[in-house]
C-alpha cells in the first residue's frame, strides 16, 4: 500500500474509532436516563389531611409533545413537562376521591393552556364527582379566562383576586385573508380544492369569509357556546340568562360600578369572594395546617401524587390479554414524527403493531387532530384496515377535533365515540402552490433555460 493509502487509511480506522466510542457515549447515557426514568426517586409520601393540588402548566392534551428521551432528560433537569395528560389527570381526582388522606381540591388554574372543550368537560366531570364524594374543591385565580372559568364553575369555592377578572367572551373563529395582498405583489397563488365546505385554502383566494364558511362555522360555535353557557350556569347555580348578560353587557355594567371587574364578577355570582394571595394562603394554613418545607399549606401536587399511588399509564407486557389504544394527536404529516404530531408511517407502524399481536383484544384510536396530509392519512387508513380485517373490533373515540384528516382515520372503525362538543367533519381537499414569474418580472428578475419535457 501506498504511503497516500496507509495515511488515509489511518484517517478512516480514527474517525471509525471516534464514532464507535460516540455510539458508545450516547447508548450508555440513553440506558442511564431510562434507568433513572424506572427507578427514580421513593415516590413522595402523602400526607394525612392534605390537600391536592391541582396547579398544571401547559395544555390538557391526549398525548405529551416531543420524544420521550428528551423529556426524560428535561425532566431530570428540573424541567417541568409541558402539558397534562387529560387520563392522568382524571384518574388522580378520582383516586383522591376515595383517598382519605386527601381532604379536598385546591386548583390554580393561571398556567393552564388550553385544550379543547372535551377535555375540560372530563376533568369537570371529574371534579363533580369528588364533590358527590363529600370533599370539597376551592379555586383561586389571579384572573379567569373563559376555559378557566369552566372548570372554576365547578368548584364548591370560587377566589378572585381584587385586581383580577373573569373574561368570558364567546367563541369565535376569525382568520387573516391575504388576496389582495398577492394581487398587489402579483404572486400567481395556485389553488386546486374538492368540497364546497372546506375553506381551508380561502385566505389566499378571497378578502373575507364566504357565505358556505360562515353559515357552516356559526353551527358549531354556536353549539360550542351553548354547551359552555348551560355546563357553568348549572355548575354555578346560576340562572338562565346570567352569563350571556354579564357578557354581552360587559362595558354597560362595568360603567355602573365604576369599572371594577372583580368586583362585578362577585356581583353576578361567578366568583364567592375577593382575596388577595397572602390572604388565600393563610384561609389554606387554617384549613389545612401550615406545611413548614414549602412555607405555605399542607399539600400534595397532583404530578407527586400520580407517582405516589401509581397512576402513570400501565405499561401491558406483550402476550397480555389487553385492548390497545393508539393515541393520534395533532396534526397529519408525512414520514415518521414525534409524540404530539401524527406522522404517517411512525402510527402506521404503531397499528401494523397491533395487528400482529393476536394477544390484543380489540382496539382504540383516540383522534384528536384538525387533519393534514392526505397521504398520510391514507397510509394509515390502509393500516387500521388490515387490523380490521383480523375481525377483532376497532373503535374511534374522537377528543376535542377530529376533522379533515382526523375523520379520514377514523372513518372505518367499527364504532365511532364523540363527545357532544367534539368538532369533525370538514370533509374534502384543499392544496395550494404559489409561482412568483410576475412579480420576479416586476423587479427585472428572469429566468430562462431549457430542458427534454
Known amino acids: 500500500m501506498s504511503a497516500v493509502g496507509q495515511f488515509f487509511g489511518g484517517v478512516g480506522f480514527v474517525f471509525d474509532l471516534v464514532r464507535k466510542v460516540m455510539h458508545f457515549i450516547v447508548l450508555a447515557l440513553f440506558f442511564l436516563i431510562l434507568g433513572a426514568s424506572f427507578t427514580g426517586e421513593t415516590p413522595p409520601p402523602v400526607p394525612s389531611g392534605a390537600a391536592l393540588l391541582l396547579d398544571f402548566d401547559g395544555p390538557l392534551v391526549e398525548q405529551l409533545s416531543g420524544d420521550p428521551v428528551d423529556r426524560a432528560v428535561e425532566e431530570l433537569q428540573g424541567a417541568p413537562i409541558a402539558g397534562v395528560l387529560v387520563r392522568q389527570l382524571v384518574r388522580a381526582i378520582d383516586t383522591a376521591a376515595e383517598d382519605d388522606r386527601i381532604s379536598a381540591i385546591v386548583m390554580r388554574l393561571e398556567r393552564l393552556g388550553g385544550g379543547g372543550l372535551t377535555k375540560y368537560q372530563l376533568v369537570a366531570d371529574a371534579l363533580d364527582r369528588f364533590r358527590a364524594s363529600g370533599k370539597s374543591v376551592i379555586v383561586y385565580g389571579d384572573g379567569y379566562t373563559q376555559s378557566h372559568y369552566f372548570l372554576a364553575a365547578h368548584a364548591d369555592e370560587v377566589y378572585l383576586h381584587p385586581s383580577g377578572g373573569v373574561a368570558i367572551d364567546g367563541f369565535g373563529r376569525f382568520r387573516t385573508y391575504y388576496r389582495e395582498a398577492i ?28 357565505a358556505e364558511d360562515r353559515a357552516s362555522s356559526m353551527v358549531w360555535l354556536n353549539q360550542l357556546w351553548d354547551i359552555y353557557v348551560a355546563d357553568v350556569s348549572d355548575a354555578r347555580g346560576l340562572s338562565a340568562g346570567v352569563l350571556s348578560a354579564y357578557t354581552e353587557n360587559l362595558a354597560a355594567n362595568l360603567d355602573k360600578n365604576g369599572g371594577n371587574v372583580a368586583a362585578l364578577a362577585v356581583d353576578a355570582g361567578l366568583v364567592d369572594a375577593l382575596k388577595n394571595r397572602d390572604e388565600f394562603r393563610s384561609d389554606m394554613n387554617g384549613r389545612f395546617g401550615p406545611d413548614s418545607t414549602t412555607g405555605t399549606y399542607k399539600h400534595i401536587p397532583f404530578s407527586d401524587y400520580i407517582v405516589a399511588q401509581g397512576l402513570a399509564d400501565p405499561v401491558v407486557r406483550p402476550g397480555t390479554d389487553a385492548v390497545g389504544v393508539i393515541v393520534a394527536s395533532g396534526q397529519i404529516l408525512d414520514g415518521r414524527q414525534p409524540s404530539g404530531t401524527i406522522g404517517g408511517d411512525s402510527l402506521a407502524d404503531l397499528v401494523r403493531q397491533a395487528t400482529a399481536d393476536n394477544s390484543l383484544k380489540g382496539l382504540v384510536l383516540v383522534v384528536d387532530s384538525g387533519g393534514g396530509s392526505k397521504f398520510a392519512s391514507e397510509v394509515i387508513q390502509r393500516e387500521l384496515l388490515g387490523f380490521k380485517a383480523t375481525g377483532r373490533p376497532l373503535i374511534a373515540y374522537m377528543s376535542s377535533v377530529a376533522a379533515s384528516g382526523g375523520y379520514w382515520i377514523s372513518m372505518d372503525a367499527d364504532e365511532i365515540w364523540a363527545n357532544e362538543a367534539t368538532i369533525t367533519g370538514s370533509i374534502g381537499i384543499g392544496g395550494f402552490f404559489p409561482t412568483f414569474q410576475r412579480s420576479l418580472d416586476s423587479l427585472g428578475i428572469h429566468v430562462d433555460g431549457i430542458g427534454t419535457t
Open 183 to 210: 394581487d398587489k405583489l402579483q404572486i400567481d397563488w395556485n389553488v386546486f380544492k374538492v368540497g364546497e365546505y372546506k375553506s381551508f385554502v380561502e385566505p389566499y383566494l378571497r378578502d373575507n369569509m364566504s
